[in-house]
């Protein structure tokens, strides 16, 4: 199988491939995921991506920028508690549908606000609200400094949440939301984002912007 051939045929031709390529494509790239630890440690020189949410043509886009770097994608590629440390969370069984209840589903609905001190039941119906004193105790805990995450809709493509009162670096708060997808759903104009960190760099690095994408996502040969 040629992945450059079946790529030009979805960006310049609009063409689908065929479903036993697709069907192979989702093998192999299943082997990989199995392979990985749910946790990744992965050096600092790297391009941050959030949801995407089956936008195809902003992907390709956003790896069209920089082709020989590496990037972490952090979730929502397609459609539409009691863990606290970095180590729980490498327990996990993370081949499953989350479901309603559990850690995994704490982990992929659960949602930042400033309008909570700890912990409350997300109106998503599944997950928490979860506020600035966890964060900073699962920051502590886990010897981190900031939180990137995505999975929420930010206008500006970015947001920063909670405050903090350490200046030894340059991020404006502990935790931030990543919205990757420009003009999600191709109706609500918004902007989307992903970060470019630089090796060894400590400091903000660099927010790229993701153009709006000029082929219609509905027509596919």
Not at 45 to 61: R, S
Not at 119 to 124: D, K, T, V
Not at 129 to 154: A, D, M, Q, Y
Not at 174 to 184: G, M, Q, R
Request: charged content about 25%.
């Amino acid at each position: 199988m040629n992945i450059d051939d079946l790529l030009s045929n979805l960006t310049e031709k609009n063409k689908l491939p065929k479903e036993n390529k697709v069907i192979e494509i989702l093998e192999r790239v299943q082997e990989i995921l199995f392979q990985e630890n749910t946790i990744l440690y992965l050096d600092s020189k790297i391009n941050v991506v959030g949801d995407t949410h089956g936008q195809f043509f902003d992907v390709i886009e956003i790896l069209s920028n920089f082709p020989q770097e590496k990037y972490l994608f952090m979730g929502d590629y397609v459609d539409r508690g009691e863990v606290t440390t970095l180590s729980k969370i490498n327990w996990l069984y993370r081949f499953q549908e989350p479901g309603l209840l559990g850690a995994i589903s704490d982990l992929v609905w659960s949602d930042p606000s400033d309008e909570v001190s700890e912990f409350m039941i997300s109106m998503r119906g599944s997950g928490y609200l979860f506020g600035k004193k966890p964060t900073k105790r699962f920051l502590h805990k886990n010897k981190l400094e900031v939180i990137f995450r995505s999975h929420f809709t930010e206008p500006s493509g970015h947001k920063w949440w909670f405050k903090k009162e350490s200046k030894k670096n340059s991020y404006e708060g502990l935790l931030c939301t990543v919205w990757t997808a420009p003009n999600y759903s191709y109706k609500v104009n918004n902007i989307g984002h992903y970060l470019k960190i630089q090796e060894n760099d400590q400091q903000l690095k660099e927010w790229i912007t993701v153009e709006k994408s000029i082929n219609d996502p509905y027509h596919f040969n």
